[in-house]
């Protein structure tokens, strides 16, 4: 189960933003809370940016250090044939997961908040 | 990773020698032998089961599709009257939930229950009872809801069934009922089938054959198994919000009273996003399987194919709301599901770019039999149908197309290109694995034909159409609207792609002759499925070293029909397979498999008894069929968990088990998949809960509906739950040595399950005690409903209990032989951990935003 999580990191971690972000944005506008003039609001705009950062720097750190990422997730050394095949999927899933989440989390940069805009 | 087999075989000699001993064969066919006359509906085997599955999944596709020709004759002309409004609505609700519910997924499961085992060497798939039931609870459960159209009680209220269109109000008697417990019950039958695909495909490969050879049919059913078990528990948690609405007027989706008709949306289309890349997947699958064989060269980009699978699958469930742009989300949400929508965008490429390059690269050029042309032809539509997907990704496009006859145009490029063309070129392929002729080339053809140029003259025109104005769902238009033409070509194309339909179906009629002695590998394959086979599968399980085993060794085929290889017979006297490990492939024990019964058949029957009967009101017909049901669970798990039968040789040295307990045994990675199912199932509740509280929160306490109980309650409640936990974990210590008998474990797990479900009676009489109504807002509704889902699942953790006690009396369970127990313990923790978070949830969250 460990090995499997480990092959999903990245789109787990992907899986995490998309809920932390849409969840408390949601909610913020939908009470009003921090909303300003035209719909922004720089609480929820913060809150996204921070935890996409989050995100893709752990999706970053597994990319680039898979075995430390493996050990997290199973609790064992890698071992082996199919290793290599492990890493390079994983790899290859973190790289597509961190464009992702960056598409996701550009929108905070250039859409207010809060706003419908139609 | 760390899963070492009990010996390894030396590469310089074969498992298993030659000659093999007199009567080996014999006896495995023996084993395997599928039972005669009437009693052939006892039979569990994937040889059987899975054309049987197919069969009733096309015969779906074929009466869904006359009543889309029904629907495209009214729309053939404006103010045409064929066919009255009414009878309209039903006919595109029945057409749509048809493909959807009973056509799509279910003959891409048949697939896989019926070519995993093949493809992967196993003699058959884990869990073969469960397939069967899931089988006939399909064909009963979808034959009774499909004939609802010939009695007026069919649904209106199309696939996707909206409230507040649903609710009682709007649409009373029984039609839309068939459509909630009918497809309910089905989806469960489905989950069922991936149970048995996730672990089937993780514990049954061939020794050898690690993540990184498995064929990539297998990768797209894991994928496609996976996605079913966290997306269908949304719609299933959906479908009984809005039954019970229905039934009891707890007012989920009834905004006068705190629920929202958004909610149904949200969970919908968690599911029916997915929906459509759970269909597609192992369609995808089933192409990079046949484009390296037509093509005669390894598939391009394995390791890249196996990456879009997996992000496909799970970036389908950030698109949910791409079916909601128009519902007056903040823009910003809807950016990041147009995000997630672009981001899916890449991996099927990846998949498309992969199979041109493999074409390109292939030793010879493309040989174009009848699966190249529908594969051809998948490529062409599934890719248009791909592009205007990433139009309708984009919000302000969205806004201009929904619900027009663009949309339509759109998801049928992408579902009929996705998967009915690739699932025709399978028919073609793997007809010979079960049939002892080849399917025609010459009607082949035909039908390709036929079907390309109709889908195409139909569904192209739609663009227009839709971006011309016309609305989709509408029975009729007036003719001065300029759509006259557009529909009658699409009408014309629809003739024409159902007669495609017609040739092939009379070209199996014709050349179709089941019998597994087939053509050998007609189409050279580099993969397992076309070895000599019988009812056993292969008599001997090889050792695959590579993605291509038959290129690799080309006199494979004989000797696995000689049986060099591993199990070249039966060593427990019945019917068995290989288990291996998840990662490695490397052999752990023997899974010794149940015979032919009528326990299956009698559950699926009820079960669909309980559950129809239950839609028009008969309450004591339906619990009658209910209990009957229960009972053929119970002597359908009796049979089950055979004893031990020491240590066994399958060749080459290595000696394994034929007995496994706790995280090495198959009956533990399904209790930990339904433990998933269950989990996704109240993480949608959760969710809604939580979207309800921020739509209204007026109607939460203290203003709006009574404070909850003291804490008290919830503390007796959590206090109960605990003790019976640990009171599973002293029984669990306490097991008899092998073939002893104990009554103080049964007895102890018998007081668990009675704490259980009094922890789950003191929660109910609380809320009770303080005056909360489930029908006075969505708040008390929600309350009583977490403990409704809490209900369910102590339900069948206290059975399960009760079950393994009642093993442990009669000696079939021991310190050794403990399957049964573990498994009513993985429930029982399981079940404590749900409710004391419900606990928390439903006492806490009014307490802290009090």
């Known amino acids: 189960m460990g090995t499997l999580v480990f092959l999903c990191l990245g789109p787990l971690l992907w899986a995490v933003q998309l809920t932390l972000i849409y969840g408390p944005q949601s909610s913020l506008c939908a009470y009003g809370i921090g909303t300003g003039q035209g719909g922004s609001n720089l609480l929820v705009a913060g809150l996204i940016l921070i935890v996409s950062a989050l995100c893709m720097g752990l999706a970053a750190a597994a990319l680039l250090r898979p075995g430390a990422a493996y050990e997290l997730a199973t609790g064992t050394r890698p071992s082996g044939e199919t290793w290599p095949f492990l890493t390079w999927v994983m790899r290859a899933l973190?790289?597509?997961?961190?464009?992702?989440?960056?598409?996701?989390?550009?929108?905070?940069?250039?859409?207010?908040?809060c706003a419908q805009l139609r | 990773m760390s899963d070492a087999p009990h010996g390894t075989p030396r590469n310089d000699e074969f498992p298993n020698s030659l000659p093999r001993p007199e009567g080996e064969l014999e006896a495995l066919e023996r084993a395997w032998e599928m039972p005669k006359g009437i009693r052939i509906l006892t039979e569990i085997n994937n040889n059987f089961v899975g054309p049987l599955y197919i069969a009733a999944a096309f015969l779906f596709f074929v009466l869904a599709g006359i009543l889309a020709l029904l629907m495209r004759t009214q729309l053939a002309f404006g103010d045409n009257d064929f066919i009255g409004q009414d009878l309209y609505n039903q006919l595109f609700t029945v057409h749509g939930t048809t493909m959807m519910f009973l056509f799509a997924v279910p003959v891409v499961e048949a697939l896989g229950v019926m070519m995993l085992p093949q493809i992967m060497a196993s003699r058959d798939l884990p869990y073969p009872r469960l397939s069967a039931f899931a089988i006939w609870a399909y064909i009963v459960g979808g034959l009774v809801f499909f004939s609802t159209i010939f009695y007026d009680l069919a649904p209106k209220g199309d696939w996707f069934m909206y409230p507040p269109l649903t609710l009682t109000e709007y649409s009373p008697g029984d039609n839309a009922d068939f459509w909630l417990l009918g497809i309910g019950f089905i989806e469960i039958s489905a989950i069922?089938?991936?149970?048995?695909?996730?672990v089937g495909v993780l514990r049954t490969r061939p020794p050898g054959m690690t993540l990184a050879r498995m064929p990539i049919f297998a990768w797209g059913m894991l994928i496609f198994a996976s996605m079913i078990v966290f997306a269908f528990p949304a719609v299933i948690l959906a479908t009984m919000l809005l039954e019970i609405e229905r039934a009891f007027g707890w007012p989920f989706f009834t905004a006068e009273l705190g629920g929202d008709a958004l909610l149904w949306q949200h969970l919908f289309w968690f599911f029916g996003h997915p929906e459509v890349y759970i269909i597609f997947l192992p369609a995808a699958g089933l192409v990079s399987m046949m484009v390296p064989t037509m093509a005669q060269t390894p598939l391009v980009g394995y390791r890249l194919i196996v990456v879009a699978l997996i992000a496909t699958g799970f970036f389908s469930f950030g698109l949910w709301v791409h079916h909601m742009f128009t519902t007056g989300i903040p823009a910003l949400s809807l950016a990041f599901f147009s995000a997630a929508s672009m981001a899916v965008a890449i991996p099927s490429g990846i998949q498309v770019f992969s199979?041109?390059?493999?074409?390109?690269?292939?030793r010879e050029r493309l040989r174009m039999s009848v699966p190249s042309h529908f594969i051809l032809g998948f490529l062409f539509i599934f890719t248009l149908g791909g592009l205007t997907g990433v139009m309708v990704a984009v919000v302000p496009f969205d806004f201009q197309a929904h619900d027009s006859y663009f949309v339509v145009a759109h998801f049928h490029y992408v579902l009929v290109g996705g998967m009915v063309f690739p699932l025709f070129a399978t028919f073609y392929y793997w007809a010979p694995v079960i049939s002892s002729r080849m399917l025609s080339e010459r009607l082949g053809k035909w039908a390709f034909w036929l079907m390309f140029i109709g889908f195409n003259v139909t569904f192209f025109p739609m663009h227009i159409t839709g971006l011309a104005g016309m609305p989709r769902r509408v029975w009729t238009y007036p003719g001065n609207m300029g759509w006259d033409l557009l529909n009658t070509i699409s009408t014309i194309g629809a003739f024409t792609f159902a007669t495609g339909v017609l040739v092939f179906i009379v070209d199996v009629a014709l050349n179709f002759r089941f019998g597994l002695q087939g053509p050998r590998n007609p189409w050279n394959a580099g993969t397992l499925e076309f070895m000599p086979n019988g009812n056993y599968s292969m008599r001997s399980i090889p050792r695959v070293t590579s993605r291509d085993p038959v290129w690799d060794n080309p006199s494979l085929p004989e000797e696995i029909e000689q049986g060099r290889h591993y199990l070249p017979g039966t060593v427990t006297g019945g019917r068995e397979t290989l288990v291996t490990s998840p990662i490695e492939a490397e052999p752990q024990y023997i899974m010794q498999m149940p015979q032919p019964s009528w326990t299956h058949v009698s559950a699926a029957v009820f079960t669909a008894g309980f559950f129809l009967l239950l839609t028009i009101k008969q309450v004591e017909l339906s619990l009658t069929c209910g209990v009957i049901a229960v009972i053929s669970f119970i002597a359908w798990g009796w049979q089950l968990d055979k004893p031990d039968k020491g240590m066994v040789d399958i060749g080459g040295g290595i000696r394994v088990p034929t007995y496994a307990s706790g995280p090495q045994s198959h009956?533990?990675?399904?209790?930990?998949?339904?433990?998933?199912?269950?989990a996704a199932l109240y993480a949608s509740y959760f969710f809604s809960y939580l979207y309800l509280w921020t739509v209204s929160p007026e109607v939460w306490p203290p203003g709006g509906s009574p404070e909850p109980p003291p804490l008290l309650y919830p503390l007796g409640s959590a206090v109960l739950m605990v003790g019976g936990g640990i009171a599973i974990r002293w029984a669990g210590r306490r097991l008899p040595a092998e073939g002893a008998r104990s009554f103080a474990a049964p007895a102890v797990l018998a007081l668990a399950a009675l704490l259980l479900a009094g922890a789950l009676a003191l929660e109910i009489y609380g809320h009770l005690g303080t005056g909360l109504s489930p029908t006075a807002s969505s708040y008390g509704a929600l309350v009583y409903m977490n403990a409704f889902l809490v209900a369910e699942t102590v339900a069948a953790t206290v059975v399960l209990c009760l079950f393994a006690a009642a093993?442990?009396?009669?000696?079939?369970?021991?310190?050794?032989?403990?399957?049964?127990?573990?498994?009513?313990?993985?429930?029982?923790y399981y079940t404590?951990?749900?409710a004391l978070f419900g606990l928390v949830l439903i006492h806490g969250f009014p307490r802290l935003i009090g």
């Open chain 2, 832 to 834: 404590s951990a749900q």
């Open chain 2, 807 to 828: 093993r442990q009396i009669r000696g079939h369970v021991d310190a050794v032989r403990r399957a049964n127990f573990d498994n009513a313990a993985l429930l029982y």
């Open chain 1, 94 to 113: 973190a790289a597509l997961s961190l464009l992702a989440m960056l598409y996701a989390g550009l929108g905070a940069l250039l859409l207010p908040a």
């Open chain 2, 355 to 362: 199979w041109i390059a493999t074409i390109a690269a292939g």
């Open chain 2, 192 to 198: 069922a089938g991936a149970i048995e695909i996730i």
């Open chain 2, 667 to 678: 009956s533990w990675w399904a209790m930990v998949v339904l433990m998933l199912v269950a």
